[in-house]
Every structure is written in structure tokens, then in C-alpha cells.
């Protein structure tokens, strides 16, 4: 049936097909949600996985053939299948190959097991309270892989007053927690904890759940005792089980990033961290710090893997060479998966200044979600060109589509990855690193960007990348003075944040100062007006040179210098083709220039 109204009839799990008009490729996608407002403007988008894609992409009906997949008996084989249907509250929907019903019967088998292990539930008389309906999410990885399924309610439906938010570890804490084990010769290892949610405490709130027909009787209908997958608050639930588990037993909370613990010994001296990412927890210690707090949490909770030294956490890969203790971190699998996208006809690649179909502009803004995570985890030196392909996103042309192209090939120059190599924390060399960079008017509509690297460096100039940006400025800037102005006090905020955190973990005192941090810029103009009691007639721009000025002052920040453009570290992370050479190979080479020779 192919749909052209105005008003497309489509429903979340729809298995349809689509293509732009005048094309003769179809692509298969499942209907995730509706993207726009009924009634509204945008009301024919639609949310949907398609063939090929690990993202979901936004599909405007308005501008494409549809048709409902009804089986794979169709043209094109679906990418998810019916394999049963019951009544309006269950719709099984599966992504790869179909098993067979019996390997769904016995995954779903098992999760009620884990619900009645778990005591998630009690059975009461159905009085005609206010229930949330739930489905089944049957999952597959890969051809041999599990059946999985997983029995999640439809929190939706709820009206939810309480907090729902729940910390997950900031990359930079990951990046401090890397270079603090390296240098303490501790083992980095991880587990994960199975049906997370279903361990958490019990509910201190009231929710009523209609059964899936599997489970369901006549008259009856449960009362969770503990938090299901899909209601708003299940992960804010299970955040707080873990935390009240870790402080019971002596470990203390970050008081800037919630997801970090850290447990010190009698003699205050840090013993060991740990840090969360929902159901994936992170750690290393000594042994006195691995039977006191990790063996605690084994024999409270069930898990699902243990791993040591090397697995992948977050979708990064970590090793941990066993005797230089050097941690890396990759993505060297996830690089090669980003792939470029083809223009066809060849002839419109002329037309540089020509809008994208709307398969094109789905592909385009796929594959730039993909470049953003990757600049944003191991690949520094491509994160202002995938931020200043972000500002297209919206309304790409066919000049962005060859510009996204260029960098997707540009991914397979160096390797996707970082080092954190053991730093001397004895010592009074340790030291925070920050290069600021700017550039003005380097972005759409004249807007300016701002970028700064910070590294965390000892006596001998070896340094761990902890920290970088790319980003627009906000504000108006009406020259390159004012946008590096901007452009340090950010950096000199992130600075001081990444010292705090540092001392937090290292120290238990985030007020300490005895990590000095020195800044490094490459407009002359900046440093004299920071070092010197000039002022710029630029009123406003006072106030932010004025807040650099202070920070020195009270020893937040030891000094900035500055140095030739051509040793800027953070020039790639502000200007598209900049070169990026010294920045690479500062991260490969782990070694920073001594900042007495500049």
C-alpha cells in the first residue's frame, strides 16, 4: 500500500520502505516514533531504523514513497519481522535473522525467572487502579548470538513527579581515572552488573503494571516492589542502590562528577577508584581496595562479566600493557565502519551548491553522528571540522556532503586511538598543560570558534591528553583578539576544573593548589593585556581579561605564556585543513615540549 495523504498512517514497529522521488532504491526501516507534533508541521516525520544504519534517522514522509512491509515475502526482505502477535500489548519486533519461536519462548522464560528471583513484583487484585502496560524486546547479537528478552514497561504512560536523573561518568574523569592507574601500576578492570534495574532497592512509590500475556490471570495485575526497565526513574533507582552500597563501605563520592568514587586507606593515602556508567562499573586498586569494597559489591550484586586489563568499556577498547602499565584506548574497529557516501549521479557533484535528497541528507547526518563520537573520544584533531559539519547538519548541500566525505577519509590517516602512560604523581612536577587557540569568523554567518587542548604532565614534559574542545563562541566577537579572549577563559575554566578533580581524587582536597597550571596562547595582543595592566576599549572584553588576570593573581593558575602560532597544539581544533601534525604527535609520542624553550 503506498501511502501519499496528508496524514501518514504509521505506528511505532511499522516495517515499511521508502525512496525519494524519482529514485528506483528502496530502503526498509522500522518505525521507532513519530518525530513532529500531530497536527503540526512536522507531523509526517517519523523516527526510523534503516538497513545499514546503527543510528535512527528522521524520514519526511512528505517527500517519499512509502509502503507497509507486511512479510518478507515482499520485493525487498524487512530488516525486522513479526513473529507473533497476541493483542494490542505485545508486538515482537526483531532486527537480524528470525529465530524460532522456541529460543523466544525460553529467553522469555527467563526473564520471568529474574523477575521472581528478584521479588520485582507482587500480585494484587486488579481494583481498578492506574496501570502501565509493558512489551517484550527480543534482541539477537549477531547470527549465533543469544536470544535475549527483555521485559520493559511503557513509563510513558505514567505521569512522573519524581527525580529521574542519573550521573554517567564524564569523559574526562575516565581520562584522569586512565592516567592515575597507569601511574599508580594498578590493573584497570571492569564488570557488569546483570539486570542492574532489577537489583536496585525497592520502590518508595506506587506502580501498578498490566502483566504481558505470558504472565497474565484474570483479575490480577502487579505491584513492582522494584524498578522495571522503562519506567522514567528505574535508572536514578539503581544509581542510588549503587552509591548508598559504595559509601556503606567507605568509599567517597565525587563532589564534581557523581559517577566517580574513590576509598583511601588508614593512612588517607588513595587506595583505589571506581566510577559508573549505569550498569557498567570501572575500577582499579590495590588489594586491600579490591577485597574491602570490590569482592563487597560481587557478593551483593550479580554479574555478567568480569574483565581485567583488556575488554572494551563504553565501546572503547582498553588495554593495559602488563609491564609498562601503559593504558590504550581505541576505536580502531568503529573508525573503519564510518564510510563515505556516494553521489549519484556523478554529474551532481558539480552542483556544489545543490540541496541533498532526503536520503542523502539522513545518510549524511548518520554518518556525522558517528564522526562526532569518534573526534570526542580519540580523535582530537577532527573534532572542529565534525563540529563545523554539525552547523550544516540542518540543511546540508552537496560542497558538506564532499567536505564530510574528505574527513571520513581522513579518519584512516592515524590510528583512532590514545595513550595514558604512568606519570610521576610523587614528585612536585606534576602539572596541568593548556593550549588555547580561536578563529575569527571561521564559521557560518561569520560566527567564531573557540578550541583548547589540556594535558596532565610531570617533571619530564610526559604528558596524557585529559581534556579538549572545539566549539562556536557565543557571543558576538568583532576580532581575533576578542574571540581568543573568550576562547582562554574557557579553557582557563576547564583548567581549573580538571586541578580540582585531580586533587579531589589524589588528595581528597579539590581546593588544593599544588598542581600548578600554565596556559599557553599564540595572540600576542591576549598576553600583553593578561600580563600587563593595559586596558582594551572594549568595555565588555574588560571583564573577561580581568577574570584571566585574576586567576593568576590568586594562584588558580601559575601563568600564561605565549608562544609562535606555528607551536600551537590546539590550531587544528579551531580551523578546517589546519595542520594537526603537532598535536598527533604529541599524543603518540606522549612527550610535550619542555615550556622553557618556546
Not at 393 to 414: E, Q, T
Request: hydrophobic share 35%; glycine share 4%; net charge positive.
Amino acid at each position: 500500500v503506498v501511502r501519499r495523504s496528508k496524514s501518514v498512517c504509521l505506528k511505532p514497529n511499522d516495517i515499511v520502505r521508502f525512496r525519494a522521488d524519482g529514485s528506483e532504491n528502496w530502503t526498509n526501516g522500522l518505525v521507532k516514533s513519530r518525530a513532529g507534533k500531530v497536527g503540526g508541521k512536522n507531523q509526517n516525520q517519523f523516527n526510523m531504523e534503516v538497513d545499514g544504519e546503527d543510528d535512527v534517522i528522521q524520514v519526511d514522509t512528505d517527500k517519499m514513497e512509502i509502503q507497509k512491509l507486511s512479510n518478507a515475502g515482499n520485493t525487498q526482505e524487512p530488516i525486522a519481522q513479526t513473529l507473533f502477535t497476541q493483542d494490542d500489548d505485545e508486538i515482537i519486533l526483531y532486527k537480524t535473522n528470525l529465530p524460532n519461536e522456541d529460543s523466544v519462548a525460553q529467553a522469555k522464560l527467563d526473564e520471568l525467572r529474574k523477575f521472581a528471583e528478584y521479588n520485582v513484583y507482587k500480585e494484587v487484585k486488579n481494583m481498578g487502579q492506574s496501570t502501565v502496560s509493558c512489551r517484550w524486546v527480543i534482541s539477537k547479537k549477531g547470527d549465533k548470538g543469544p536470544v535475549k528478552a527483555r521485559l520493559v514497561a511503557r513509563g510513558f504512560e505514567e505521569i512522573l513527579n519524581e527525580q529521574v536523573d542519573a550521573p554517567t561518568v564524564n569523559i574526562s574523569s575516565m581520562w584522569l581515572l586512565f592516567s592515575i592507574v597507569s601511574s599508580m601500576s594498578w590493573r584497570v578492570e571492569s564488570f557488569d552488573i546483570t539486570s542492574a534495574f532489577l537489583q536496585s532497592h525497592d520502590l518508595d512509590r506506587e506502580v501498578f503494571v498490566k502483566p504481558p500475556p505470558d504472565a497474565r490471570k484474570q483479575g490480577v495485575i502487579w505491584k513492582l516492589i522494584k524498578p522495571m526497565y522503562g519506567l522514567g526513574d528505574s535508572a536514578r533507582q539503581w544509581y542510588t542502590t549503587l552509591k548508598c552500597h559504595l559509601i556503606e563501605a567507605g568509599c567517597v563520592m565525587s563532589r564534581l562528577d557523581k559517577s566517580v568514587f574513590r576509598w583511601y586507606d588508614e593512612n588517607g593515602k588513595l587506595a583505589g577508584i571506581l566510577v559508573t556508567h549505569v550498569d557498567d562499573v570501572l575500577y582499579a586498586g590495590n588489594t586491600k581496595f579490591k577485597t574491602t569494597i570490590i569482592q563487597r559489591l560481587l557478593k551483593t550484586f550479580k554479574i555478567s562479566r568480569q574483565d581485567v586489563s583488556c575488554f572494551t568499556y563504553l565501546g572503547l577498547d582498553v588495554d593495559q600493557n602488563k609491564d609498562t602499565k601503559v593504558i590504550t584506548v581505541d576505536q580502531e574497529k568503529y573508525a573503519k565502519s564510518i564510510t563515505t557516501i556516494d553521489i549519484t549521479p556523478v554529474s551532481r557533484r558539480k552542483d556544489v551548491e545543490s540541496d541533498l535528497t532526503d536520503e542523502e541528507k539522513a545518510k549524511y547526518q548518520s554518518v556525522l553522528g558517528k564522526l562526532l563520537w569518534l573526534s570526542g573520544r580519540t580523535r582530537p584533531d577532527l573534532r572542529h571540522e565534525t563540529m563545523e559539519l554539525s552547523t550544516f547538519a540542518k540543511s546540508p548541500k552537496i560542497k558538506d556532503l564532499l567536505f564530510l566525505n574528505k574527513i571520513v577519509k581522513k579518519v584512516k590517516d592515524r590510528p583512532s586511538k590514545l595513550m595514558f602512560r604512568p606519570l610521576n604523581l610523587k614528585t612536585d612536577g606534576l602539572r596541568i598543560m593548556f593550549y588555547s587557540d580561536a578563529g575569527f569568523g571561521n564559521l557560518p554567518n561569520a560566527q567564531s570558534s573557540r578550541g583548547y587542548v589540556s594535558f596532565l604532565a610531570n617533571q619530564e614534559n610526559t604528558a596524557n591528553v585529559v581534556s579538549w574542545s572545539s566549539n562556536k563562541i557565543k557571543r558576538v566577537v568583532h576580532s581575533a583578539f576578542a574571540a581568543e579572549t573568550l576562547g582562554c577563559n574557557d579553557a582557563v575554566s576547564d583548567a581549573i576544573y580538571l586541578r580540582q578533580m585531580l586533587c579531589e581524587i589524589l588528595y581528597n582536597d579539590p581546593k588544593s593548589r599544588i598542581i600548578p597550571i600554565i596556559g599557553f596562547v599564540d595572540n600576542m595582543q591576549l598576553f600583553e593585556q593578561v600580563t600587563s595592566s593595559k586596558q582594551c576599549q572594549d568595555k565588555r572584553l574588560r571583564l573577561d581579561i580581568s577574570e584571566i588576570q585574576e586567576s593568576v593573581q590568586r594562584g588558580d593558575i601559575e601563568n600564561i605564556f605565549w608562544i609562535p602560532t606555528q607551536e600551537m597544539l590546539a590550531d587544528c581544533l579551531t580551523k578546517r585543513n589546519a595542520d594537526s601534525t603537532k598535536l598527533t604527535s604529541v599524543l603518540e609520542s606522549g612527550q610535550l615540549k619542555d615550556p622553557n624553550c618556546y
